[in-house]
């Protein structure tokens, strides 16, 4: 049964559609449990009924026509339960319909599975028998199997608008849920930016000439068989007589009348040559990979050799993005800083990424310069968007493909707002962060960029929260010496002096890597990162911490910071370096101050030493997104439980409350960073709890400042009792909005509330 399973999930997804997909399906199932009938019935979200979509053994002139309510028959019945119903006599069921156009009436045995993706019900899959028959365990185990398996091929075609009974889930587009990025509302077109040589990533493009793709390709292909040939008489003396066959093999397969003809036959049928390439590809590898036979099933590898050969001279002509249309939604695998710098800013509205996470350099840069961003959208057909309208959700991290009028009009009216927003907020910029009955915060951004800088004092930032100081080292090819490293942080500083400028100490590992300095791990979250690196390589964090100390010489705006800090043995053993770095550099003649030395709380180690941590240092610095991810054990970049990471969680609420109790009581400034930070609502709670101030991404700062000056301290402070007394993260939600909504503050949590 393994083998068989194994079989069916490589055709499935080897499949060019669903209609493909359902077809096999129903066609290898019906034959592995040995039954008489196996059906597919899909939920149509907008009639609210089951309709079968693929059957072997029923009439099949019903496909398409013959539906059920969610409520109505067996059918129905599995979908309401969402587990399997297994039946001996189903005519004997109370819920058993007679559906006489399926031919039915004949099948006694019924087995039913639910198609579930993400919670939620996509269809059920059906297996019936002629003679009562009651389906073993494990057939039922089989059937639940594969059925996980066809539900995220369904999700897919879903997302990509395959099936039009897939609309409209939420009114009128197809929703595909990531993790959120950046922010923000983005309606625009598709542009999907790839890696070169990476022959899964290529888009499904319409050429603007048939005649021109096959021109280009054909040079292509040529200049791939001559590499051959050349390599071929270069290597004759040294190989074998078999080895050096291989060689004719590929050239055959290369020919015309071969894969190259199959590849110009699909450029005729309207696809760019690159499209092309991809589908005749990845079609051939399919094959081969489903032969039983081991040398026939490895010559899959020969196969996609090529196929990597033909794109890369390709992809010599040009690059892989030639053009931006106005409101671009840039999407990619994996979209890297670089790629969004290279776009034009002005023409650029929003990111998709497929892979990523919401703290990875590219959502940073985003969040600076103020892109909507949605990442970790795995479900997103990447193939088929190309130049589709989209729809960015970046509050809820949520796309829409083939959004209906009602949906745009629904954002664009959000869009609208948003712009109004942001224009009222302008007056705010050279205002004190103060409440109506005054209570005073400081509101400090993040940066890591230099870009960061003119939109952070144009925003009326009070000073540095947290400088990510990994990120200089992020952008090159090896480690920057101290004289660089002093140069980047001198412009930072003189920047903003005299205001305060918190560097965070070299903060890799877990999803920031270095290309130079790679680490691998099986759980980088819980690994070998922060700190923890930097006091394993000392030479590494003095050089950083002299780079820093000089950069200040005059200007004694630097604070330091220490990350992912679990012990107080930790905080000692950097205090003493970077003491031992400064006394190095007044030895040296430098004319140095011990600048400010401080620890961040983001491990819930460090929350229960916040007492005997801040007796050793000047400051504390929360990291409110770590600590989070830590306190509920819950990766905040993984889409599947995304919706289990609430910064409002009474967990996060209270620790973060004793960390600022217990700060105060040692008489040391306590800050916080983080998202929590950023969204005006939390940050009212944490300026309640008396945090003495905030640090956020330049576009929050103006939001943040507005709600705190619209407010009185008594009355957050109120909130903030309510809230402590709750103990369901959504219900502090709730609550927070109501509250906002109520004091004339819908609008700044988010526009069209």
């Avoid at 840039?330 to 800013?345: K, N, W």
């Avoid at 540095?464 to 090896?478: A, H, K, N, Q």
Wanted: hydrophobic content about 45%; charged content about 25%.
């Amino acid at each position: 049964m393994l083998s068989t399973l194994r079989r069916i999930v490589q055709e499935v997804n080897s499949a060019l559609d669903l209609e493909e997909a359902l077809r096999l399906i129903v066609h290898l199932v019906r034959n592995a449990i040995n039954t008489d009938v196996c059906s597919v019935y899909l939920l149509d979200f907008n009639r609210k009924r089951y309709t079968l979509m693929a059957t072997e053994g029923l009439n099949p002139e019903s496909v398409g026509k013959v539906s059920l309510g969610v409520s109505e028959g067996l059918v129905g019945q599995v979908g309401l339960r969402e587990e399997p119903v297994n039946i001996q006599n189903a005519a004997s069921h109370p819920k058993f319909i007679y559906l006489k156009e399926t031919g039915e009436e004949k099948y006694n045995a019924f087995l039913g599975v639910p198609i579930i993706h993400q919670a939620k019900v996509l269809g059920v899959l059906v297996v019936q028998h002629v003679e009562d028959r009651q389906f073993d365990e494990g057939e039922e185990s089989f059937l639940v199997t594969v059925s996980a398996q066809l539900a995220g091929v369904i999700a897919h075609a879903k997302a990509s608008g395959e099936f039009a009974e897939f609309a409209n889930r939420e009114k009128g587009g197809n929703r595909i849920e990531g993790v959120k990025g950046s922010t923000g509302i983005a309606i625009g077109h598709a542009a999907v930016i790839f890696p070169p040589a990476d022959l899964d990533a290529v888009p499904d493009r319409k050429p603007d000439s048939i005649a021109k793709e096959v021109r280009i390709f054909r040079v292509a292909l040529e200049a791939v068989r001559q590499d051959i040939k050349n390599l071929q008489v270069r290597l004759e003396d040294s190989l074998r007589m078999e080895e050096r066959d291989l060689f004719d093999v590929y050239l055959r397969v290369l020919d015309k009348n071969s894969l190259g003809g199959e590849i110009v036959k699909k450029i005729r049928e309207g696809h760019w040559a690159q499209g092309a390439l991809r589908i005749v590809v990845q079609h051939y590898v399919r094959n081969f990979e489903l032969m039983e036979d081991p040398y026939l099933r490895e010559r899959s590898a020969d196969v996609k050799d090529l196929g990597m050969r033909i794109l890369a001279k390709l992809q010599q002509v040009g690059p892989v993005r030639l053009d931006y249309p106005d409101d671009t939604i840039l999407i990619g695998e994996d979209v890297t800083t670089s790629m969004v710098m290279e776009a034009p800013r002005e023409k650029l509205a929003g990111i998709v990424s497929l892979r990523g996470s919401r703290n990875s350099h590219m959502t940073i840069v985003a969040r600076a310069l103020g892109i909507p961003t949605v990442v970790g959208a795995q479900e997103l057909p990447i193939h088929q968007v190309e130049g589709n309208l989209l729809i960015v959700d970046g509050y809820r991290g949520i796309i829409f493909t083939h959004p209906s009028e009602e949906l745009l009009k629904y954002y664009g009216e959000i869009l609208e707002e948003e712009k109004q927003l942001v224009a009222g907020l302008e007056a705010y910029r050279d205002l004190p962060a103060v409440t109506k009955d005054g209570h005073n915060i400081a509101l400090w951004v993040n940066t890591g960029l230099l870009a960061d800088v003119a939109r952070s004092l144009n925003q009326g930032a009070e000073g540095v929260g947290l400088y990510r100081t990994e990120i200089p080292f992020m952008v090159r090819d090896r480690f920057p010496s101290e004289n660089e490293q002093e140069a980047i942080y001198r412009e930072q500083l003189q920047a903003f002096a005299p205001r305060p400028v918190t560097m965070r100490t070299l903060d890799i590992g877990g999803d920031k890597a270095l290309p130079y300095f790679p680490i691998v791990e099986e759980n980088p979250f819980l690994g070998w990162r922060g700190i923890r690196i930097t006091l394993d390589h000392p030479e590494i964090f003095l050089v950083q911490i002299r780079a820093m100390i000089k950069a200040s010489v005059g200007l004694d705006n630097l604070r330091i910071l220490m990350p992912m800090i679990s012990s107080v043995l930790e905080v000692e053993e950097a205090c003493y370096l970077i003491h031992r770095a400064y006394h190095e550099l007044v030895e040296e003649g430098f004319k140095v101050k011990m600048p400010p030395v401080g620890v961040m709380i983001e491990i819930p180690a460090a929350v229960h030493l916040t007492k005997n941590i801040a007796e050793r240092v000047d400051f504390i610095s929360v990291g409110s997104n770590d600590l989070t991810q830590y306190l509920l054990a819950v990766d905040r970049n993984n889409a599947r439980v995304a919706y289990l990471y609430h910064s409002l969680h009474p967990s996060v609420l209270h620790a973060l409350k004793y960390i600022v109790d217990v700060c105060h009581q040692e008489n040391k400034s306590v800050s916080i960073c983080g998202e929590m930070a950023g969204e005006p609502a939390s940050a009212l709670l944490l300026m309640a709890m008396g945090f003495d101030s905030l640090s956020m991404s330049a576009a929050s700062l103006l939001k943040v400042k507005a709600a705190i000056r619209q407010v009185d301290i008594k009355t957050v402070k109120e909130w903030l009792l309510e809230a402590m007394k709750m103990d369901n993260p959504e219900v502090v939600r709730s609550y927070l909005d109501l509250e906002m909504e109520l004091a004339g503050l819908g609008g700044l949590v988010r526009p069209g509330k």
